[in-house]
């Protein structure tokens, strides 16, 4: 079938994405590649990628197309999943022969609940579905394709058998080749990346039992899954030739360092290219393993510490120690390997208290940048789970995000109010980063460099909209 691989708009700015770990508007506008669309897309000859919202493309501009194609596959979330929908409808009254189908952790943990709210939608692929989506593309009857979930003639939705997750990811192929053919790749933009950037996977799946992460919980599994070391070297070398204006490359991974052989083996391959890099890692990686990376291309890590209080560590499954994070973080910046840290607040065991306490935690280790997210138990999570049996999550927040697509704070609790939860974003930011340290270094770095002076204003500017909004959000609430 002529399939259109679809991130539908939906809010201003909002980042939905796969490699977006919770989806919704940033303080400073973000916006992750579509991977886990590309990646199907990567499969299916002659199909088309449509990444709406960092191409500003707006509704009326895709459902022009809609007649171009017979399928449309449409990537979706919790806090789009109505807007997603409605796009679904807008197509097909555009094209009523076109038949739609969703993927992504949303209808991977609910396909019959999806389904059965959306009947414009004729079916959702479950879990791993990239071979789930070439098989409907390719025409195979729906009867007979394992991993989905469809309405068949009579409305009735029915449910096929699970599909084996995949063991050989170099079966895939590039994702990267999708990003040349459809994505103008300068309008991808994450603050703490070099720009322009690339990013893709280099394997699937975490080891850790984090209890709020969504993707291990809902598609990935806790198997960390990997491409053989060569498939990701080959797809570094397509990306030199066809993206020549790379300053960086990004993988994706939820934890690169789950394998640190693997690790190593990709970073000295990569420091043959003359490649800078960055990726996702636990806060527990060895310094000799540290250094190794570092000597070869590393520029900075992106590392989810979530809290500096030990018990709440311990009720989310981080399977981390504070004072582990502490000298990895030591050794991160005696080897000059900048961190992105990012922490969470309104975890289970949250408190006035321990959020000072992550506060404190942040401003003594010094990360380079930070990112502060609320607490989103997306449905399939522990979390979810946990904060439906206690009562923690009222209805009205189910979705996540406000209706300008900005992150609430779905959860409270007995002894800490969603407004107290909510505040403690901006509380956090500023006594992060109005100090005068962080300021001097600040400073420093647009001094040296004309560029990052012109990115920091511009990110300066953002913040301070991004702060009016949610105080503006707060008085409203």
């Not at 709406?52 to 919790?78: C, M, N, W, Y």
Request: charged letters at 25%; aromatic letters at 10%; hydrophobic letters at 40%.
């Amino acid at each position: 079938m002529r399939t259109l691989f679809l991130q539908a708009p939906t809010f201003d700015g909002f980042d939905g994405g796969a490699g977006s770990r919770y989806q919704a508007k940033r303080e400073i506008k973000s916006f992750w590649y579509p991977t886990w669309l590309a990646q199907p897309a990567a499969l299916v000859e002659n199909s088309k990628l449509i990444d709406a919202p960092p191409h500003k493309t707006k509704l009326d501009e895709i459902r022009g197309q809609a007649k171009d194609f017979d399928l449309v596959v449409l990537h979706t979330s919790v806090p789009s999943f109505k807007s997603d929908v409605k796009t679904i409808e807008a197509l097909k009254a555009e094209n009523p022969n076109l038949k739609a189908g969703l993927i992504g952790a949303k209808v991977a943990v609910d396909a019959a609940g999806s389904l059965a709210q959306a009947p414009a939608v004729d079916f959702v692929a479950r879990n791993e579905f990239d071979f789930t989506i070439k098989d409907v593309a390719d025409g195979i009857d729906m009867s007979k394709i394992k991993g989905l979930s469809y309405r068949n003639a009579s409305g009735v939705i029915v449910h096929n058998e699970d599909r084996p997750i995949m063991t050989d990811m170099d079966q895939l192929p590039f994702v990267t080749s999708v990003y040349k053919r459809d994505l103008v790749m300068e309008n991808y933009f994450i603050g703490y990346l070099k720009h322009p950037y690339i990013s893709f996977y280099s394997g699937r799946g975490c080891k850790s039992r984090c209890t709020f992460c969504l993707w291990p919980q809902t598609v990935g599994g806790h198997t960390y899954r990997t491409r053989s070391v060569g498939h990701v070297i080959e797809e570094i070398k397509y990306c030199l030739k066809a993206f020549p204006q790379t300053k960086e490359f990004f993988f994706d991974d939820d934890t690169f360092t789950d394998n640190l052989p693997r690790a190593e083996e990709i970073a000295r391959e990569l420091g043959k290219l003359g490649v800078t890099w960055s990726c996702n890692a636990k806060a527990n990686v060895p310094r000799e393993t540290l250094k190794v990376l570092r000597d070869n291309g590393l520029r900075l890590l992106l590392v989810g510490y979530e809290s500096g209080n030990q018990q709440i560590l311990h009720n989310i499954k981080k399977g981390m120690r504070v004072e582990v994070a502490e000298k990895f973080t030591k050794d991160c910046h005696e080897l000059g390997i900048a961190i992105h840290g990012t922490f969470i607040l309104g975890l289970p065991g949250e408190s006035k208290e321990t959020i000072q306490e992550t506060i404190k935690f942040a401003t003594r280790i010094n990360p380079h940048t930070i990112q502060v997210s609320l607490a989103a138990p997306y449905p399939g999570t522990f979390l979810y789970k946990q904060a439906v049996e206690n009562g923690w999550l009222d209805v009205e927040n189910a979705e996540l995000v406000d209706e300008n697509g900005v992150q609430v704070a779905p959860l409270h609790y007995p002894h800490l109010s969603h407004t107290e939860i909510f505040n403690s974003v901006e509380d956090f930011y500023k006594k992060f980063y109005f100090r005068a340290p962080k300021i001097a270094s600040i400073v420093g770095e647009m001094v040296r460099s004309p560029d990052m002076m012109k990115r920091r204003l511009r990110e300066g500017v953002e913040f301070w909209h991004f702060l009016k909004e949610r105080q503006s959000s707060a008085k409203a609430a």
